[in-house]
């Protein structure tokens, strides 16, 4: 079946150090892959995504490029803020063989960053 | 702005109540979801409608039930409340146009059962 396996956290730094979250997959064919991020007390929003190996996502300061070869989905950014301090979770939608899967989402366990002053 | 609206932010129930978690969504989403995350575990499905009246069990289904008569409209039940189902229930919808990769969730709703 699919699976993600994100780094274990938590995840502390201080402000302007540089933040990466690892992230590989598991799955059949060809998933999109995304990154998403909660806020204390919010659901999560959507980060930033990639459909299709050697792309790269960015948002916010934030990028990750899908690479097909190691299965992998890397969090990246250079500096970090204190309201960066949030849950990322990276994801798979895998498309089935009919070619449909309509926007099912499998999620890493998530990972915990804390940025300090 | 695509709005997902769970109607109850925090709940405490008793082992045994029948409990429902209601879903609205505003942009006439076709896919409807419901996860439930848990510390070290992530997200994980519990159910999913990909069109009104439609339903398809996730990955947890055990314990829930769900029901989607109206398209804007996906509640999640807990026909008998066990203390292992105290979570953070996570509503999320998505429509099959473009862009149609996009799934949004709404604020969660945490439930503890004692």
């Known amino acids: 079946g699919n699976s993600v396996t994100q780094m274990e956290g938590p995840v502390t730094l201080s402000e302007e150090a540089f933040l990466t979250i690892n992230c590989t997959y598991t799955?059949?064919?060809?998933?999109?892959l995304f990154w998403y991020v909660q806020y204390p007390g919010e659901g999560l929003q959507l980060l930033l995504k990639?459909?299709?190996?050697?792309d790269k996502g960015s948002n916010k300061g934030f990028e990750a490029t899908y690479r097909k070869e190691t299965t992998s989905f890397h969090l990246e950014k250079g500096s970090v803020q204190v309201s960066d301090s949030a849950v990322y979770f990276c994801a798979l939608k895998a498309t089935n063989a009919g070619g449909t899967s309509y926007g099912k989402l499998t999620f890493g366990q998530g990972t915990i960053l804390t940025v300090h002053p | 702005d695509v709005k997902v609206t769970q109607s109850s932010r925090y709940l405490v129930k008793r082992t045994g109540e029948k409990v429902f978690l209601e879903c609205v969504q505003d942009m006439d989403h076709e896919n409807m979801f419901w996860y439930r995350q848990d510390p070290g575990l992530g997200l994980r499905l519990i159910y999913f409608s990909y069109d009104v009246k439609m339903k398809e069990k996730g990955d947890i289904p055990e314990g829930y039930s769900v029901s989607r008569e109206k398209k804007e409209r996906f509640s999640l039940i807990l026909e008998s409340a066990s203390t292992n189902q105290t979570s953070m229930y996570l509503c999320?919808?998505?429509?099959?146009?473009?862009?149609?990769?996009?799934?949004?969730f709404g604020e969660g709703s945490w439930l503890t059962v004692v």
């Open positions: 990639a459909t299709k190996a050697d």
């Open positions: 999320a919808s998505r429509t099959t146009g473009a862009p149609g990769n996009t799934i949004y």
């Open positions: 799955a059949t064919g060809y998933p999109s």
